[in-house]
């Protein structure tokens, strides 16, 4: 079945390092891809999304391209900052309702 | 404007005791989802409303677990005969009809 696979966390960085938390999916057919992020106490958050092959959503600096050769969704961000520190989760839509991974925890230390 | 509220936050309750979980939707989305959040699963969809259409419900894990969507706005999610493994984070979501799921804060439950 449709499923997502994410790098599991923590990861920690210092602040103004580079992000990359890996994303590959299974699906019988062509899915929208999402990252959704959720800050601490807080409930899950859009953060980007792409609708087709070769689609980049970007939103605050974070950047994924939808690779539909290598199915995957790689979160990216050239310098992140503390704010930044969260849990960011992996999607798919399966039909009409979400398939998450895992969720990876980030943290930012300054 | 608001955005999707649940209540309560928090509900700690004992084991074989039931449950109502309350999930008010931005208004005129017609779309209503329920999620689990649990460590070691992650996010698992439980149950889909659309509309005036019969529910979604394959992601519901067991018949302790019901819903319903009154008047196609509040959505209340019913767990019977609480189990331990039913502590979790439930989380709510609605949409327009095909757009972009907007989450709630959620329902921490504990089952002692």
């Known amino acids: ?110 | 404007g608001a955005g999707v509220s649940q209540s309560p936050s928090n509900k700690v309750t004992e084991k074989g005791k039931d449950v109502e979980l309350r999930c008010d939707p931005i208004s005129g989305h017609t779309a209503l989802y329920w999620y689990r959040q649990s460590l070691g699963q992650g996010l698992e969809f439980l149950i889909y409303f659309q509309g005036n259409s019969a529910p979604d419900k394959s992601g519901l894990p067991s018949d302790r677990f019901s819903a319903e969507r009154t008047g196609g706005s509040v959505s209340t999610l019913t767990i019977q005969r609480t189990q331990q493994e039913d502590s979790a984070v439930y989380l709510c979501a609605s949409t327009e009809y095909l757009g972009e799921q907007y989450f709630g804060p959620g329902t921490r439950l504990t089952v002692t």
């Not at chain 1, 966390?9 to 938390?21: H, N, Q």
């Not at chain 1, 391209?65 to 992996?90: I, M, N, P």
Request: aromatic share 12%.
């Open chain 1, 1 to 110: 079945g449709d499923s997502v696979t994410q790098m599991e966390g923590p990861v920690t960085l210092s602040e103004e390092a580079f992000l990359t938390i890996n994303c590959t999916y299974t699906a019988t057919g062509y899915p929208s891809l999402f990252w959704y992020v959720q800050y601490p106490g807080e409930g899950l958050q859009l953060l980007l999304k792409a609708t087709k092959a070769d689609d980049k959503g970007s939103n605050k600096g974070f950047e994924a391209t939808y690779r539909k050769e290598t199915t995957s969704f790689h979160l990216e961000k050239g310098s992140v900052q503390v704010s930044d520190s969260a849990v960011y989760f992996c999607a798919q839509n399966s039909g009409y309702a979400l398939n998450f991974g895992k969720g990876t925890s980030l943290l930012v230390t300054p």
